[in-house]
């Protein structure tokens, strides 16, 4: 089983910024991807960045060039961090990740963390 643990989220005004962290932990596991995903009310849970192993990225186009994912491959953490947030980004966000255990691939998400961008 792998577990993933949240931080960051918040309110603030549009134009601020915000940081989201996310760790992986557990046992026997390889990171095949981490990212965000988010999900206002009444949408569907939509992909907001995503960082492989292999050091490919890919964002949603509503984010490119205002949210910069990353990731630590020795501490399996993925950070997200958005600049010039608009009323449209609030959310909720959840960590997503991809690993390797015992020769299969699964799935994983964090419990969600809220972001609410007043205009």
């Known amino acids: 089983q792998v577990q993933l643990v949240e931080s960051g989220g918040g309110l603030v005004q549009a134009g601020w910024s915000l940081r989201l962290s996310c760790a992986a932990s557990?046992?026997?596991?390889?990171?095949?991807?981490m990212g965000w995903y988010r999900q206002a009310p009444g949408t569907q849970r939509g992909l907001v960045a995503l960082?492989?192993?292999?050091?490919?990225?890919s964002y949603a186009d509503s984010v490119k060039g205002r949210f910069t994912i990353s990731t630590d491959n020795a501490k399996n953490t993925v950070t997200l961090q958005m600049n010039s947030l608009k009323p449209e980004d609030t959310a909720v966000y959840y960590c997503?990740?991809?690993?390797?255990?015992?020769?299969?691939?699964?799935?994983?998400w964090g419990q969600g963390t809220q972001v609410t961008v007043s205009s």
């Open positions: 557990g046992t026997m596991f390889s990171i095949n991807a």
């Open positions: 960082s492989t192993s292999g050091g490919d990225t």
């Open positions: 997503y990740a991809n690993v390797r255990r015992a020769g299969r691939n699964y799935q994983y």
